[in-house]
Protein backbone atom coordinates (compact mmCIF):
# COMPACT_ATOMS: atom_id res chain seq x y z
CA UNK A 1 0.00 0.00 0.00
CA UNK A 2 1.28 3.18 -1.09
CA UNK A 3 0.58 6.83 -0.79
CA UNK A 4 0.50 8.18 -4.59
CA UNK A 5 -0.22 11.90 -4.23
CA UNK A 6 -1.07 14.37 -1.92
CA UNK A 7 -3.40 17.07 -3.37
CA UNK A 8 -4.42 20.48 -1.54
CA UNK A 9 -5.84 23.80 -2.49
CA UNK A 10 -7.34 26.61 -0.74
CA UNK A 11 -10.85 27.79 -1.24
CA UNK A 12 -11.68 29.52 -4.39
CA UNK A 13 -15.04 31.14 -5.99
CA UNK A 14 -16.16 30.06 -9.25
CA UNK A 15 -19.39 30.75 -11.28
CA UNK A 16 -21.81 27.76 -11.44
CA UNK A 17 -25.40 28.43 -13.04
CA UNK A 18 -25.18 31.91 -12.62
CA UNK A 19 -23.92 32.12 -8.64
CA UNK A 20 -20.76 32.61 -7.00
CA UNK A 21 -19.51 29.03 -5.38
CA UNK A 22 -17.26 29.21 -3.01
CA UNK A 23 -15.09 25.42 -3.28
CA UNK A 24 -12.12 23.95 -1.82
CA UNK A 25 -12.18 20.76 -4.86
CA UNK A 26 -9.77 21.99 -7.06
CA UNK A 27 -7.20 20.07 -5.46
CA UNK A 28 -3.62 20.04 -7.38
CA UNK A 29 -0.68 17.42 -6.47
CA UNK A 30 2.17 18.86 -4.37
CA UNK A 31 6.01 17.81 -4.70
CA UNK A 32 7.52 17.29 -0.91
CA UNK A 33 6.85 16.69 2.53
CA UNK A 34 3.85 18.26 4.01
CA UNK A 35 2.35 18.46 7.41
CA UNK A 36 -1.24 17.10 8.53
CA UNK A 37 -2.63 18.81 11.46
CA UNK A 38 -5.71 18.00 13.39
CA UNK A 39 -7.88 18.86 10.95
CA UNK A 40 -6.46 19.41 7.77
CA UNK A 41 -3.44 19.04 5.84
CA UNK A 42 -1.21 22.45 5.37
CA UNK A 43 -2.08 24.08 2.50
CA UNK A 44 -5.32 23.33 2.00
CA UNK A 45 -8.35 24.19 2.90
CA UNK A 46 -12.46 23.59 2.73
CA UNK A 47 -15.22 26.52 1.85
CA UNK A 48 -17.99 24.98 4.10
CA UNK A 49 -17.22 24.14 7.12
CA UNK A 50 -20.91 23.14 8.12
CA UNK A 51 -20.56 20.28 5.98
CA UNK A 52 -16.81 19.54 5.23
CA UNK A 53 -13.62 19.53 7.42
CA UNK A 54 -13.45 19.35 10.76
CA UNK A 55 -11.97 16.31 12.81
CA UNK A 56 -13.49 14.04 11.37
CA UNK A 57 -13.24 14.95 7.96
CA UNK A 58 -10.13 16.28 8.20
CA UNK A 59 -8.69 14.24 5.13
CA UNK A 60 -10.12 12.75 1.94
CA UNK A 61 -8.58 9.43 0.71
CA UNK A 62 -9.73 8.17 -3.03
CA UNK A 63 -8.34 5.19 -4.34
CA UNK A 64 -5.60 5.11 -7.56
CA UNK A 65 -7.51 2.14 -8.72
CA UNK A 66 -10.78 4.22 -9.46
CA UNK A 67 -9.13 6.38 -11.99
CA UNK A 68 -9.48 4.15 -14.93
CA UNK A 69 -13.34 3.46 -14.31
CA UNK A 70 -13.80 7.10 -14.11
CA UNK A 71 -11.95 7.35 -17.30
CA UNK A 72 -14.26 5.22 -19.00
CA UNK A 73 -17.63 6.53 -17.50
CA UNK A 74 -16.41 10.55 -18.11
CA UNK A 75 -15.00 9.46 -21.56
CA UNK A 76 -12.12 11.43 -20.50
CA UNK A 77 -8.46 11.09 -20.33
CA UNK A 78 -7.49 14.26 -18.40
CA UNK A 79 -8.32 13.28 -15.25
CA UNK A 80 -4.98 14.40 -13.05
CA UNK A 81 -4.76 13.00 -9.23
CA UNK A 82 -7.01 15.21 -6.69
CA UNK A 83 -9.37 15.60 -9.69
CA UNK A 84 -12.40 13.80 -7.15
CA UNK A 85 -11.12 16.48 -4.63
CA UNK A 86 -9.19 14.15 -2.31
CA UNK A 87 -6.01 15.57 0.03
CA UNK A 88 -4.83 11.87 -0.69
CA UNK A 89 -4.50 9.51 -3.66
CA UNK A 90 -3.92 5.93 -2.16
CA UNK A 91 -3.14 2.49 -3.89
CA UNK A 92 -4.14 -0.42 -2.48
CA UNK A 93 -7.11 0.36 0.21
CA UNK A 94 -10.24 0.41 -0.93
CA UNK A 95 -13.63 0.71 0.10
CA UNK A 96 -14.27 -3.41 0.17
CA UNK A 97 -11.05 -3.82 2.38
CA UNK A 98 -10.85 -0.91 4.76
CA UNK A 99 -13.42 -0.65 7.72
CA UNK A 100 -14.35 2.15 9.32
CA UNK A 101 -12.12 2.44 12.76
CA UNK A 102 -8.83 1.04 10.70
CA UNK A 103 -5.93 2.79 11.73
CA UNK A 104 -3.09 3.54 9.01
CA UNK A 105 0.13 5.13 9.56
CA UNK A 106 1.70 6.86 6.59
CA UNK A 107 4.88 8.77 7.19
CA UNK A 108 4.79 10.23 10.81
CA UNK A 109 1.38 10.40 11.12
CA UNK A 110 -1.49 8.12 11.94
CA UNK A 111 -4.80 8.40 10.41
CA UNK A 112 -8.36 6.68 11.29
CA UNK A 113 -11.11 6.01 8.90
CA UNK A 114 -13.89 7.91 10.03
CA UNK A 115 -16.66 7.72 7.16
CA UNK A 116 -17.31 7.28 3.56
CA UNK A 117 -17.62 10.09 1.22
CA UNK A 118 -21.09 11.75 0.30
CA UNK A 119 -20.94 13.63 -2.77
CA UNK A 120 -22.45 16.85 -3.42
CA UNK A 121 -23.36 19.58 -5.95
CA UNK A 122 -20.04 20.39 -5.98
CA UNK A 123 -18.66 17.14 -7.41
CA UNK A 124 -21.07 17.26 -10.07
CA UNK A 125 -19.68 20.94 -10.87
CA UNK A 126 -16.39 19.81 -11.13
CA UNK A 127 -16.93 17.16 -13.02
CA UNK A 128 -19.57 18.82 -15.38
CA UNK A 129 -22.42 16.70 -15.32
CA UNK A 130 -25.06 15.69 -12.11
CA UNK A 131 -25.41 12.68 -14.26
CA UNK A 132 -21.67 11.85 -11.97
CA UNK A 133 -23.49 11.29 -8.60
CA UNK A 134 -25.85 8.31 -8.87
CA UNK A 135 -23.10 5.99 -10.45
CA UNK A 136 -20.71 7.85 -7.93
CA UNK A 137 -22.49 6.03 -5.29
CA UNK A 138 -24.29 2.28 -6.43
CA UNK A 139 -20.33 1.68 -7.65
CA UNK A 140 -19.06 2.30 -4.43
CA UNK A 141 -16.37 4.26 -5.73
CA UNK A 142 -16.67 7.39 -2.87
CA UNK A 143 -13.36 7.34 -1.16
CA UNK A 144 -13.64 8.23 2.76
CA UNK A 145 -12.22 10.06 4.95
CA UNK A 146 -9.92 10.22 8.29
CA UNK A 147 -9.70 11.55 11.11
CA UNK A 148 -6.10 12.72 12.38
CA UNK A 149 -5.11 10.51 15.26
CA UNK A 150 -1.45 11.92 15.21
CA UNK A 151 0.20 14.71 13.46
CA UNK A 152 3.27 14.45 11.35
CA UNK A 153 4.69 15.12 8.04
CA UNK A 154 3.99 12.99 5.31
CA UNK A 155 5.23 12.78 1.56
CA UNK A 156 4.09 10.98 -1.67
CA UNK A 157 5.08 7.93 -2.22
CA UNK A 158 4.99 6.71 1.37
CA UNK A 159 4.55 3.53 2.30
CA UNK A 160 1.09 2.88 3.92
CA UNK A 161 0.86 0.57 6.99
CA UNK A 162 -2.31 -0.63 8.92
CA UNK A 163 -1.60 -0.79 11.90
CA UNK A 164 -5.27 -1.28 13.62
CA UNK A 165 -8.34 -2.95 12.69
CA UNK A 166 -11.03 -4.75 14.49
CA UNK A 167 -12.08 -8.03 12.02
CA UNK A 168 -15.76 -7.24 12.68
CA UNK A 169 -16.20 -3.76 12.08
CA UNK A 170 -18.04 -2.45 8.75
CA UNK A 171 -16.32 -1.80 6.04
CA UNK A 172 -16.94 1.77 4.02
CA UNK A 173 -18.86 0.18 1.02
CA UNK A 174 -20.78 -1.14 3.90
CA UNK A 175 -21.47 1.79 5.68
CA UNK A 176 -22.42 3.24 1.91
CA UNK A 177 -24.43 0.59 1.28
CA UNK A 178 -26.60 0.85 4.63
CA UNK A 179 -26.95 4.74 4.54
CA UNK A 180 -28.37 5.32 0.95
CA UNK A 181 -29.43 1.75 -0.47
CA UNK A 182 -30.23 -0.61 2.21
CA UNK A 183 -32.37 1.33 4.85
CA UNK A 184 -33.85 -1.38 6.21
CA UNK A 185 -31.30 -3.28 7.52
CA UNK A 186 -31.87 -3.59 11.12
CA UNK A 187 -29.15 -5.69 11.81
CA UNK A 188 -26.39 -3.28 9.63
CA UNK A 189 -28.05 -0.24 11.86
CA UNK A 190 -27.16 -1.56 15.01
CA UNK A 191 -23.74 -2.90 13.56
CA UNK A 192 -23.51 0.70 12.48
CA UNK A 193 -24.52 2.63 15.83
CA UNK A 194 -22.12 0.39 17.60
CA UNK A 195 -19.19 1.33 16.09
CA UNK A 196 -17.47 3.94 17.73
CA UNK A 197 -15.16 4.90 15.28
CA UNK A 198 -17.91 5.96 12.90
CA UNK A 199 -18.71 9.60 12.89
CA UNK A 200 -21.04 10.66 15.53
CA UNK A 201 -23.33 12.34 13.01
CA UNK A 202 -23.99 9.08 11.02
CA UNK A 203 -24.35 7.08 14.00
CA UNK A 204 -26.53 9.30 15.01
CA UNK A 205 -28.55 9.39 11.69
CA UNK A 206 -28.71 5.37 12.29
CA UNK A 207 -29.97 5.35 15.18
CA UNK A 208 -33.02 7.33 14.52
CA UNK A 209 -33.72 5.52 11.25
CA UNK A 210 -33.48 2.78 13.74
CA UNK A 211 -35.93 4.38 15.98
CA UNK A 212 -38.56 4.64 13.02
CA UNK A 213 -38.38 1.26 11.93
CA UNK A 214 -38.76 0.28 15.70
CA UNK A 215 -41.92 1.90 15.77
CA UNK A 216 -43.20 0.75 12.35
CA UNK A 217 -43.13 -2.81 14.13
Known sequence: MRLLSINVSRPKTVEHRGKQIST????????????????????????????????????????????????NLLERRDLDFGYFGENLT???????????????QIGEAIFEVSQPRSPCFKLAMKVGTSKILKPFLSSGRTGYYFRVVQEGNIEARNAIERIYSEADAPTVNEITRLYYFERQ???????????????????????????RLARLR
Open 24 to 71: GIFKTPIEGRRMVRNTSIDGDGQADLTVHGGVNKAVYVFPFEHYSWYR
Open 185 to 211: DIAGLRKAIGTAALSEVWRRDFAKRLE
Open 90 to 104: TDGLLEDQVRIGDRF
